[in-house]
């Protein structure tokens, strides 16, 4: 016999009853492929572009083709093509991104505030990929 709950919808002032069992299974669903899409986004497929290339060309020790496609794939849904452009060349001048932060410039301001939000982003996604 399935398991029923019962809901209020305070909106209404009336009950729902819901076959909890269904519930349960659209949650099961949702986790799976919340999972399904973040290991897709941290390196499922190569993914290539300017970061990406920046990222194997740079020489770093933890750099592999898995960790740099995630970045880029973070990269490609948070920055512009421009901006992604940018940030690669961080990876070969490292003083670069330290004027960029330092500077008084508006436009520079605002790339950093962009490239800060990214580059936490790629950490929080890609990490599982680095280990």
């Known amino acids: 016999m399935p ?15 819901q076959d ?14 919340g999972a ?35 970045v880029q794939q973070v990269a490609n849904q948070s920055l512009s093509d421009r ?4 940030a690669a060349a ?3 001048d ?3 991104a330290q004027d960029t932060r330092q500077s008084d410039n508006r436009s520079d301001e605002a790339f950093w505030l962009r490239y800060r939000a990214f580059a936490d982003l790629a950490t929080q996604v890609c990490r599982p990929v680095a280990v």
Do not use: W, Y
């Not at 398991?3 to 009853?17: N, Q, W």
């Not at 909890?20 to 492929?33: C, D």
């Open 90 to 92: 961080f990876f070969a």
């Open 94 to 96: 490292p003083q670069r």
């Open 20 to 33: 909890a069992k269904k519930t349960e299974g659209r949650m099961r669903i949702f986790l799976v492929m």
């Open 83 to 86: 901006d992604q452009a940018r």
């Open 36 to 70: 399904v899409a973040t290991l897709a986004a941290c390196g499922g497929g190569r993914v290539s572009g300017d970061i990406s290339a920046a990222c194997m060309n740079a020489g770093r020790v933890a750099a592999s083709p898995q960790l740099c496609s995630c």
């Open 3 to 17: 398991r029923l709950t019962l809901h209020i919808a305070p909106e209404h002032g009336r009950a729902i009853l």
